[in-house]
Nanobody, 118 residues
Framework: VQLVESGGGMVQPGGSLRLSCAAS????????MSWVRQAPGKGPEWVSAINTGGGSTYYADSVKGRFTISRDNAKNTLYLQMNSLKPEDTALYYC????????????WGQGTQVTVSS
């Protein structure tokens, strides 16, 4: 199993970024997926989740209305469109595979850094 995030970078407040997570080594379409972030000096924060088919999406209150999670099962790729970025969105963003049988995330990517600063 491999999850590889990309698309992070530095952006000014109010800007946008699109993160991608390329999945391999498993049947991507069979798993719910999530984005989780960790800011410097803080614990992990769940950001968003999407079900296997992409028809159900969930967001933390802190990003609702600004971020959009999506997936392309044909391309084995998870996305996070981030708009109206704020300095408090600065964090390392991870994609994670959710294992329903154990009710936990069992695989994580290496993360991609997002920095929002003027």
């Amino acid at each position: 199993v491999q999850l590889v995030e990309s698309g992070g970078g530095m952006v000014q407040p109010g800007g946008s970024l699109r993160l991608s997570c390329a999945a391999s080594g498993f049947t991507f379409s069979s798993y719910d997926m999530s984005w989780v972030r960790q800011a410097p000096g803080k614990g992990p924060e769940w950001v968003s989740a999407i079900n296997t088919g992409g028809g159900s999406t969930y967001y933390a209150d802190s990003v609702k209305g600004r971020f959009t999670i999506s997936r392309d099962n044909a391309k084995n790729t998870l996305y996070l469109q981030m708009n109206s970025l704020k300095p408090e969105d600065t964090a390392l963003y991870y994609c994670a595979r959710f294992l329903q049988t154990l009710d936990k995330y069992d695989y994580w990517g290496q993360g991609t850094q997002v920095t929002v600063s003027s």
